[in-house]
């Protein structure tokens, strides 16, 4: 299972469809579930979650074995600004896949 954050985005969008048609399983997250509906159609899993949101990342990393993040906020003002997102957002992300890779299988 690979999990696509930004999986709404240009970037996200794009790379989560190839791998679905490449017959891969794809977890799309997402903080509004209605926009990764066209991923849902082509049988992507969608998860919401922010990558400000600690406890959202550890439910859309449990059981995945890659990450592909493509997420930023670059235009984002106070707390949805880049240093949120961007910054302590990925390392928030980064550390609830290794969390989930600690654990015993
Ligand atoms: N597009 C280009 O031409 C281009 C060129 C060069 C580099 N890049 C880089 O490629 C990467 C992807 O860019 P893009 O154009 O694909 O992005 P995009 O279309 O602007 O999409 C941004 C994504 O970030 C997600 N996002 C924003 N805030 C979030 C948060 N707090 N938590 C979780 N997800 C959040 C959005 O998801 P939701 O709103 O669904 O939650 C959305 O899927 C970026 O690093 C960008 O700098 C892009």
Request: charged share 30%.
């Amino acid at each position: 299972m690979i999990l696509i954050v930004g999986a709404t985005g240009y970037l996200g969008n794009a790379t989560a469809r190839r791998l679905l048609v490449a017959g891969e399983a794809v977890r799309a997250m997402t903080r509004t579930a209605a926009k990764a509906q066209d991923l849902q159609e082509l049988g992507a899993e969608v998860v919401v979650g922010d990558l400000r949101d600690e406890a959202s990342l550890r439910r859309a990393c449990d059981g995945v074995d890659r990450v592909f993040a493509t997420a930023h906020a670059l235009m984002g003002r106070g707390q949805e600004s880049s240093k949120y997102v961007d910054d302590l957002g990925h390392k928030r992300l980064i550390d609830a896949a290794r969390a989930v890779r600690r654990q015993p299988v």
